[in-house]
């Protein structure tokens, strides 16, 4: 592929709250692109990207899936996401690779929590983004309406491009703004084009209208054109907001019916008109013998790929990859920037799902699977091994639930922890551990559905038959008032060469995190042996004084010290740093955390009385309450050890119509659990 051919490339995500549709989105992508001959259904477990039997038995995107299609002679790979809180971390290693993205919204209920999440996730990756609003064929469906909520909620600047032509189960088309066309589909899928409706003429021409002096606000060219000509011509218009999406000053709105095969076409030529290629994205960025690098994306260029995914199954290792720069061909070698070992390609795979087509050679730009690679991980980075390259890794996300986990079988503790170090290989939001007090193999996860489907695929994947504990969410323990002038001498003689450190610690409180800062001066303590003494409070903020619990939120600030001529050493001031932050904790008053998550629950108008009281009987706290036709929407932040379990209760209780999703909202005091802290000396 030559440089200019990576113009016609387009990596893109689907992103979406869970049951917006974008899974049925994909699927109506690869029936209209021909990459599929038959329409899959998320509700008959017939889609090509819900491959896995847990996603096809739930309903539900658990792990984020390849495909890979052609549409006016643009190749798209296409990653879909999961929706579910619980899942996040997929979506955030995958945001990490994609130069684009299609978020797609409810047309009856807007933007939804996770709809949120994922938008500030792209956000902070810097990852263009169009809207379209699906579901209009649904009673009480309203383009206007989710788009003010994409207005109000995301802060962004939605730029509507159509108008939908008729309501709910009327909806047939869609009138296209840029170029004042009507498009039109009939039950089968298949669209016309042709005039704007006369009855719709006015209400799009007022509508056109606004999209110009919206895009004229925001682009010089457009205001340029606007002035002189009155109107921005639908050149100009695509041109402008292709730009404004890439900056992220504007969203592109596009809508229709994914189910009823109403408004693919028109979103297929938005994403390939507005969301960029390669080619318009930065360099990537990464480290080379310790500077800063950019590798542009260009097939000629050093070879360099970041992994984001790998299956670990019994027959191999599947690890995918994106390639940044360069090219590659079965049979190379290329070097693991991060530990310098050297791994040779077997096969490259262009995937689809969970079919793959075997192919010579990957590019910069491809999104690919390779077969072969032994000790790579998820945030490896591969590259040549004569231009090495360190790219950035994906961020892993604390896990908050654990459960304990135990083979039933006499025989077959051996079988279950190969199964978990392949899940945590596959996952690496998935932590193992062994409790050094109980001996018990815990297994910590995003939330009760994350460990869920995870035991159950040892299950299924393995044939083993597994214990599980109840949940247990994971605490952290913070200062809610400090000390000043904590003294702390570490003197330790043995005969041979001493340690001897004198340290003085402030320690107060922080909103989150930890920070470290020196004040000493007249060089009482050297430089290095300042840095030995940070390293030395960070390992103290593994077990804090309440129960063990990581500490988070303080800032610890050396103030005073002394040396020792022949007895001090960076390994003295590190072991004085961390007993006496332990010591500094001990004296502080210090609060329990426990993770706590934003509940929104949708429930019949009739019941929201008893479950208000139900959420507040979970130490819940109510942010809003609004009304919907013949609903209630209820957000509240609740503790995550109080939702264990709520699904059940919910269901009783609206006896079957209600639901819910969380989105984790941080951490919080638990009531009445703190130290009162002992004088410092």
Not at 428 to 435: A, E, G, I, Q
Request: one cysteine or more; proline letters at 5%; hydrophobic letters at 40%.
């Amino acid at each position: 592929m030559r440089t200019d051919q990576l113009n016609n490339v387009r990596n893109l995500g689907i992103l979406a709250h869970v049951d917006a549709g974008k899974t049925t989105v994909t699927e109506r992508i690869l029936y209209v692109t021909g990459t599929t001959h038959k329409r899959g259904e998320v509700h008959d477990g017939t889609t090509v990207t819900d491959f896995d039997p847990q996603e096809r038995d739930r309903g539900i995107t658990i792990f984020a899936a390849a495909v890979s299609c052609v549409w006016d002679g643009h190749r798209i790979n296409l990653l879909d996401t999961p929706g579910h809180v619980d899942f996040s971390d997929e979506v955030e290693r995958s945001l990490r690779v994609l130069d684009g993205a299609i978020a797609v919204f409810d047309g009856v209920a807007g933007v939804e929590p996770q709809s949120e999440a994922v938008w500030r996730r792209a956000d902070r990756h810097g990852v263009p983004r169009i809207a379209f609003v699906n579901k209009l064929d649904r009673a009480g469906a309203d383009l206007d309406t989710a788009v003010e909520s994409i207005r109000a909620r995301l802060h962004g600047t939605p730029l509507v491009v159509q108008l939908p032509i008729g309501r709910e189960d009327t909806f047939t088309g869609v009138v296209d703004l840029p170029r004042m066309r009507a498009l039109l589909w009939d039950d089968d899928g298949a669209f016309t084009e042709g005039p704007v409706p006369e009855p719709l003429l006015e209400e799009a021409l007022r509508r056109r209208r606004l999209l110009e002096e919206t895009v004229a606000e925001l682009h010089p060219v457009a205001l340029e054109e606007f002035c002189a000509e009155s109107a921005v011509s639908a050149r100009t218009l695509t041109s402008v907001l292709r730009d404004l999406t890439r900056t992220g000053e504007g969203v592109v709105v596009v809508c229709g019916s994914a189910y009823r095969d109403r408004g693919i076409e028109p979103l297929l030529d938005a994403a390939v008109a507005y969301l960029p290629s390669p080619l318009d994205v930065p360099a990537v960025r990464g480290v080379q013998d310790g500077s800063p690098q950019e590798r542009a994306a260009d097939p000629a260029a050093p070879f360099s790929a970041l992994v984001f995914k790998v299956n670990a199954t019994a027959t191999g290792r599947l690890t995918y990859v994106r390639v940044y720069s360069g090219t590659v061909r079965k049979g190379d070698t290329v070097l693991d920037a991060g530990t310098g070992r050297t791994e040779r390609i077997g096969r490259i795979l262009r995937v689809r799902a969970d079919r793959h087509t075997e192919v010579d050679r990957a590019v910069a730009g491809d999104i690919v699977a390779v077969v072969g690679l032994k000790t790579s991980r998820t945030g490896t980075t591969l590259c040549a091994p004569s231009a090495p390259l360190l790219l950035e890794p994906p961020a892993a996300t604390d896990p908050v639930v654990s459960v304990a986990v135990e083979a039933r079988g006499g025989g077959d503790a051996d079988r279950l922890a190969t199964a978990l170090a392949r899940l945590v290989e596959e996952d690496p939001s998935l932590t193992v551990r062994t409790d050094a007090e109980t001996g018990q193999t815990v297994l910590s996860g995003m939330g009760e559905l994350h460990l869920e489907v995870a035991v159950e695929k040892i299950r299924r994947a393995n044939g083993l038959e597994v214990g599980v504990g109840r949940p247990q969410v994971a605490h952290r323990e913070t200062v809610a008032s400090g000390v000043s002038g904590l003294l702390y001498r570490h003197v330790k003689q043995d005969g041979g060469a001493g340690q001897f450190a004198h340290v003085v610690l402030d320690v107060g409180p922080l909103e989150a995190g930890f920070e470290f800062h020196s004040t000493v001066t007249g060089g009482r303590v050297p430089r290095e042996y300042v840095r030995a003494v940070e390293a030395g409070c960070r390992d103290a903020l593994a077990d804090g004084p309440l129960g063990g619990h990581p500490v988070t939120g303080l800032r610890v600030t050396l103030t005073d010290g002394a040396t020792h001529p022949k007895d001090s050493s960076e390994l003295a001031f590190r072991a004085a740093g961390r007993l006496a932050l332990r010591e500094a904790l001990r004296a502080c008053r210090m609060v329990l955390l426990e993770p706590v998550v934003e509940v929104t629950v949708v429930v019949p108008g009739e019941t929201a009385g008893g479950v208000l009281g139900d959420l507040a009987a979970r130490r819940g706290r109510i942010l809003d309450t609004s009304a919907r036709t013949d609903t209630v929407v209820i957000t509240a932040t609740v503790p995550l050890a109080e939702v264990f379990g709520y699904a059940t209760r919910l269901r009783g209780r609206t006896r079957g119509r209600g639901t819910f999703t969380t989105r984790t909202a941080g951490y919080a005091p638990v009531p009445g659990v703190a130290s009162a802290g002992e004088p410092s000396r």
